[in-house]
């Protein structure tokens, strides 16, 4: 061994030993793939092999559109794939296999989910009637607020029109009273134009 | 010490009450003693919540588990660090924790207010005394007392939740705190200048700070909260549309919308009443994510035990909020707008779109988080909202306000020309378009990515033209060289080129968002040495091999540990480890559930986030969740910008605000030339 493997082997134990205080490895890897743990409990309960239908697109779909019932608040995919205590979202997803393996489109699935549960087994209300409502009032009032202010400043935007000419004589003010010089300017602008 | 935070609380609650009413009732008015005493008030106020505070502290160090709230939420074996965090970790603390950090705001705030404002202080003293008394008034007759011993003493505690052991949890609630608490002192101005009647904008300027810092607190709190439950909870992801997430997310919304429209109010004077109702607001919704958190009116992972204290908070909202505005529309007339909005292609017209979007989004975050109540009373059946509601609802709001944070720096204020917004509209539309063209290039077919990275493009564009310009005119000006002229145009216009980088930070968080739209997930159960294969949304393979499980006692947890070898198209990419971690106390007794530690290998690209779901049959054959997330470094870069953005923004010193002048028929030439911001 190299020295400064040695080193480098020696520093990682030693931050090891800081950083993890009680750290003691009882097992490892060496003893074989199916050699039982140490203390299975201590990773949880046993879990089920993944299957095909695990990884199952359309699946996965329709779980991402159902709500876990354990009171989580996820949907039934996060749910089953984060909190591996959870036994609602497992329960759920073997259910929906077997709607699925039995022949039944998605929707029939999220049927017979809705027709079992309640409408609080999906994920978001279905866009009809009051739930219509839901989607629709937030853009609605945005785009209602917003046409009114556009409108509004539209109507200030237009140039103002310009004043009725008075029916008496007029007398110009300061601001409107031209010098001979730029008078002279402006005539020779107009016949080089007519010209 | 518990003998003692009680006698403090008791005596807070006394000198909190005292000072509001008097405060309140302006029966200090012409006794300079009285106005004297109110303004010091609350300095005595934080000494005496501190001493309780530090009293709680002791207990948890101390593990003094006769106290019920040190019993219920530590344990022995507990890290130092997560005793201290422990303070907030529950129901009773967090009160406890709030009143210490609105006391000492309250008393920053007498300290080191301008004596400009000196006739609204007592106000102000009231108005957060009033508040306080309302936090300690819940604590000693609202059951949450964390003071409250028990009748026995435990051999040890109940531990802290294994979630709740994370850095992120040591930061995430008292900045989420921290940022909620502040919004009390804009609050405490506007109502005091409602009271004093002094509407001009001198209360504006006086929340100037308070204003940015309690947006900073919250941007901070909520990204580190993402942080927190994307490394700790296992799901893969940082945003679920919580009720919770969702009540942070609703006063950083109101707040974002005052900083912008205050600059209307302070340039123009216009806007004075949405500008009261938006801080009024903003209160209001930080008391209402409190009530959602601790009523148990709406389901969420993150609330606290339910109890009666979150009526009590619906009873404080409902009469803030009778106060608060009753007040505004009492004062109705002596708000009259200054100037008039004169244009569509102006400024003020772009923030007021502006505003309009943001609190449309918080409109319909609120119409969301409340629909599954307003749904049962209505017609009668239980509904849920989540993700897919909202993204439906709120990600077209979303873009149509990237898009805004694009446009408002483009325009002048009061009015621009055609030939203007031609100009200045020509590059940064270019580069929106061309981002989204080679996207599309790429292979990209998702409509709303496109669009929001389109946009993102053309934002960016904006930025840098307003860097460009203002680093080429100081070089004509100064003869500096870009870096020089780029350092010296930040420090000189704080305001302005902080809230840039802030820009370019929210550009950076939305390309991180639109990233998890091509999240790729597989599941699989490996013996020692198998392999899984996942397909990266870039194309390439990652291949992760189970190398073996690994049993160990560590600190106040018993780990399994699984380990990954993996490569990325045959190249190692080093090893991620995946633990369960079933948390003990000092009697090995396990005190919670097993959690999960994620593994995650994570890049600029994207990050290999790996679950280990647990052993078959108790051999080393486990099950893992493998989940390839692309872009989300850059969602934690995006909050760092925005810090870094928002910190350049607070920073003291800097020119005032430059009020537009009033338009004349001779300065109307001049309009198009933008002031800056």
């Known amino acids: ?195 | 010490m518990t003998l003692l935070g009680q006698f403090c609380l008791w005596t807070a609650f006394l000198i909190s009450i005292w000072t509001a009413v008097v405060s309140l009732s302006s029966r200090w008015k012409g006794r300079p003693d009285l106005g004297r005493a109110l303004t010091r008030a609350p300095l005595a106020l934080a000494l005496v919540v501190w001493v309780a505070s530090v009293a709680l502290w002791k207990g948890l160090f101390g593990h003094d588990f006769n106290i019920e709230y040190v019993a219920a939420y530590t344990s022995s074996n507990l890290p130092d660090y997560y005793l201290f965090s422990a303070f907030w970790a529950g129901q009773k603390g967090s009160l406890l924790f709030w009143a210490l950090v609105l006391s000492t705001f309250a008393a920053i705030t007498q300290l080191v207010t301008s004596s400009r404002y000196r006739d609204l202080l007592p106000y102000v003293a009231g108005v957060t005394s009033a508040v306080l008394a309302f936090f300690l008034f819940v604590m000693l007759f609202g059951g949450a007392n964390p003071f409250e011993r028990l009748p026995f003493t435990p051999p040890d505690g109940r531990g802290l939740n294994p979630q709740l052991q994370n850095p992120g949890m040591v930061m995430h609630p008292p900045m989420l705190y921290l940022g909620y608490i502040s919004i009390t002192i804009p609050f405490a101005f506007a109502i005091a200048a409602l009271l004093a009647r002094k509407l001009d904008t001198g209360w504006i300027h006086a929340i100037r700070k308070w204003s940015l810092l309690s947006w900073l607190f919250l941007s901070i709190g909520i990204t580190i909260g993402m942080w927190w439950a994307y490394v700790e909870l296992g799901w893969g992801g940082y945003w679920a549309w919580d009720p919770v997430e969702n009540a942070s997310l609703l006063p950083w919304l109101t707040m974002t919308a005052f900083l912008h429209s205050v600059m209307i109010q302070e340039k123009r004077g216009m806007l004075k009443r949405w500008n009261l109702g938006l801080v009024i607001g903003s209160f209001l919704l930080s008391i209402l994510g409190t009530f959602l958190t601790r009523s148990g009116v709406i389901a969420s992972v993150h609330s606290f035990a339910q109890s009666s204290v979150g009526y009590l908070f619906l009873g404080f909202l409902l009469l803030a909020g009778i106060g608060g505005f009753t007040l505004l529309y009492t004062r109705w007339p002596n708000l009259e707008p200054e100037a008039e909005l004169e244009s569509l292609a102006s400024r003020e017209a772009a923030f007021l779109f502006n505003n309009l979007a943001l609190v449309g989004v918080a409109f319909s975050v609120l119409w969301g988080t409340l629909f599954p109540i307003l749904s049962e009373a209505v017609r009668g059946t239980k509904i849920s909202v989540g993700p897919p509601f909202f993204n439906k609802v709120n990600v077209p709001l979303g873009l149509l306000l990237l898009a805004l944070t694009g446009v408002g720096p483009l325009i002048a204020w009061r009015k621009t020309s055609l030939p203007n917004l031609r100009r200045q509209f020509l590059w940064p539309l270019s580069t929106g378009l061309l981002t989204a063209a080679v996207l599309v290039g790429l292979g990209m077919r998702d409509g709303y990515a496109l669009m929001a990275l389109g946009l993102s493009g053309f934002v960016v564009g904006t930025v840098v033209q307003e860097f460009y310009r203002g680093i080429r005119a100081r070089g004509r000006l100064y003869q500096e060289g870009p870096l020089v002229g780029f350092v010296r145009l930040i420090g000189r216009n704080r305001r302005r080129y902080g809230g840039y980088l802030i820009h370019v930070a929210i550009v950076i968080y939305f390309v991180g968002f639109t990233g998890g739209a091509f999240k790729v997930t597989k599941e699989a159960t490996l013996s020692v040495g198998e392999s899984v294969e996942i397909e990266s949304p870039y194309g390439g393979t990652y291949q992760l091999t189970h190398m073996g499980i690994s049993q160990y006692e560590a600190l106040n947890r018993l780990v399994t540990a699984a380990s990954l070898e993996v490569t990325r198209n045959g190249k190692s990419l080093g090893r991620v480890f995946s633990e369960k971690r079933q948390h003990i106390d000092s009697f090995k007794n396990p005190t919670f559930q097993p959690s999960t530690e994620v593994g995650i290998l994570g890049g600029l690209r994207e990050d290999l986030y790996v679950v280990f779901a647990g052993t078959v049959d108790g051999t080393e054959r486990a099950s893992f969740a493998v989940t390839v997330n692309p872009l989300v470094w850059w969602v934690w870069f995006a909050g760092g910008l925005l810090v870094f953005g928002g910190l350049i923004t607070l920073w003291p010193g800097g020119p005032a605000p430059v009020p537009v002048p009033v338009r004349t028929p001779s300065a109307a030439g001049q309009a198009e030339q933008a002031v800056p911001a």
């Open chain 1, 1 to 195: 061994m190299k020295r400064r493997d040695f080193l480098r082997g020696a520093g990682r134990l030693g931050a090891a030993g800081l950083l993890l205080p009680g750290l003691r490895v009882q097992q490892d890897s060496a003893r074989g793939p199916a050699d039982p743990l140490m203390a299975p409990s201590w990773a949880g309960g046993a879990r089920p092999e993944v299957r095909a239908m695990d990884n199952d697109e359309t699946v996965r779909a329709i779980e991402y559109k159902l709500r876990c019932t354990c009171g989580c608040g996820l949907d039934v995919f996060t749910c089953r794939t984060t909190d591996f205590t959870c036994t609602y979202s497992p329960e759920l997803h073997r259910e929906l296999v077997q709607l699925l393996e039995a022949g039944n489109t998605p929707d029939q699935a999220i049927e017979a989910f809705v027709a079992k549960y309640g409408e609080s087994i999906l994920m978001a209300p279905k866009a009809k009637g009051f739930g219509a409502v839901g989607y629709l009032l937030p853009g609605s009032l945005v785009l209602v607020a917003g046409s009114i202010l556009a409108w509004v400043l539209l109507r200030r935007d237009r140039p103002e029109p310009a004043p009725a000419p008075a029916a008496g004589p007029v007398e110009r003010s300061d601001a409107a009273r031209v010098t001979d010089q730029e008078m002279a300017q402006v005539e020779r602008a107009l016949r080089e134009l007519e010209s």
